[in-house]
């Protein structure tokens, strides 16, 4: 039977945002997200945050992404407070690490960038792990986008439990129907996640799955590279956990890290 522990969460919140943090800087400092600009708003600690009206105000300027339109508008914006999210003085929706993003060494981005919504993106993150091998081994794709390699995770769709997101999303990505072996999922985090991609107002939220593959499947896998979904995907391959480097996209390294103790 397919094991699913929706409320399964242990990690330190704190520390995560912390070393995700970490990473977004270094990654940052290697290039910039394509499309994006290359100007980043920052606030110095003698300036101090501004604020208006008593709402953090990041104006815009040629830091801002410039997606129309710029601002969610009225109704758009009064949804997002009812949700519970601090807005800016443009009604604007602000990251929960914003305060953190805007030293000068990270900065921020304004607008809602390459992202379907303002605020939380949702998305799936499989980390499919095999037992196999001498060493625990975790299944990758290699990015079109900025050549890392990463999760096959992706965003969530309307209705869809995060848990069948990120078998979907491991199938649209590797080429591997996991559905079909009843793999054991283990929610290892739910939550923001450091990407080079997020906005001060705009975001993904990620829930994390350990996906714990059966040996017999995992030795029919094989261990060699191999082809993946070529839009989004240049190949796929297993590592072995030992030899992962922290240059995984985002906080796709901290996740790994959280999944393998439940191996």
Same mark, same amino acid.
Request: charged share 20%; hydrophobic share 35%.
């Given at each position: +039977?397919?094991?699913?522990?929706?409320?399964?969460?242990?990690?330190?919140?704190?520390?995560?945002?912390?070393?995700?943090?970490?990473?977004?800087?270094?990654?940052?400092?290697?290039?910039?997200?394509?499309?994006?600009?290359?100007?980043?708003?920052?606030?110095?600690?003698?300036?101090?945050?501004?604020?208006?009206?008593?709402?953090?105000?990041?104006?815009?300027?040629?830091?801002?992404?410039?997606?129309?339109?710029?601002?969610? %508008?009225?109704?758009?914006?009064?949804?997002?407070?009812?949700?519970?999210?601090?807005?800016?003085?443009?009604?604007?929706p602000l990251?929960?690490?914003?305060n953190? +993003?805007?030293?000068?060494?990270? %900065?921020?981005?304004?607008?809602?960038?390459?992202?379907?919504?303002?605020?939380?993106?949702?998305?799936?993150?499989?980390?499919?792990?095999?037992?196999?091998?001498?060493?625990? +081994?975790?299944?990758?794709?290699?990015?079109?986008?900025?050549?890392?390699?990463?999760?096959p995770?992706?965003f969530?769709?309307?209705?869809?439990?995060?848990?069948?997101?990120?078998?979907?999303?491991?199938?649209?990505?590797?080429?591997?129907?996991?559905?079909?072996?009843?793999?054991?999922?283990?929610?290892?985090?739910?939550?923001?996640?450091?990407?080079?991609?997020?906005?001060?107002h705009?975001?993904?939220?990620?829930?994390?799955y350990?996906?714990?593959?059966?040996?017999?499947?995992?030795?029919?896998?094989?261990?060699?590279?191999? %082809?993946?979904?070529?839009?989004?995907?240049? +190949?796929?391959?297993?590592?072995?956990?030992?030899?992962?480097?922290?240059?995984?996209?985002?906080?796709?390294?901290?996740?790994?890290?959280?999944?393998?103790?439940?191996?």
């Amino acid at each position: +039977m397919n094991e699913k522990y929706p409320n399964y969460n242990t990690v330190d919140s704190e520390l995560f945002k912390v070393q995700s943090l970490d990473l977004l800087e270094s990654q940052l400092n290697v290039a910039n997200y394509p499309g994006y600009p290359t100007r980043r708003l920052t606030f110095d600690s003698q300036r101090g945050v501004e604020t208006l009206v008593g709402r953090l105000h990041l104006p815009i300027g040629e830091w801002d992404t410039r997606v129309f339109p710029n601002t969610p %508008g009225d109704t758009a914006s009064a949804i997002l407070y009812d949700q519970g999210l601090t807005l800016d003085t443009y009604g604007r929706p602000l990251h929960p690490w914003i305060n953190e +993003m805007l030293v000068p060494n990270i %900065g921020v981005v304004t607008g809602r960038g390459f992202y379907r919504h303002w605020g939380p993106n949702y998305t799936a993150d499989p980390i499919i792990l095999r037992t196999d091998t001498e060493e625990p +081994m975790v299944l990758l794709i290699q990015r079109n986008d900025t050549g890392q390699w990463a999760l096959p995770g992706g965003f969530v769709e309307a209705n869809e439990h995060t848990s069948d997101a990120a078998l979907r999303e491991a199938y649209e990505e590797t080429c591997i129907n996991l559905q079909d072996y009843n793999p054991i999922l283990k929610e290892v985090y739910s939550g923001p996640i450091a990407d080079v991609r997020i906005t001060a107002h705009a975001w993904p939220e990620t829930t994390a799955y350990a996906v714990l593959l059966d040996p017999n499947l995992s030795r029919a896998l094989g261990t060699e590279p191999f %082809g993946g979904n070529q839009e989004e995907v240049q +190949m796929a391959a297993w590592f072995k956990v030992p030899d992962i480097n922290e240059a995984l996209f985002g906080s796709h390294r901290l996740l790994v890290n959280l999944a393998i103790k439940h191996v």
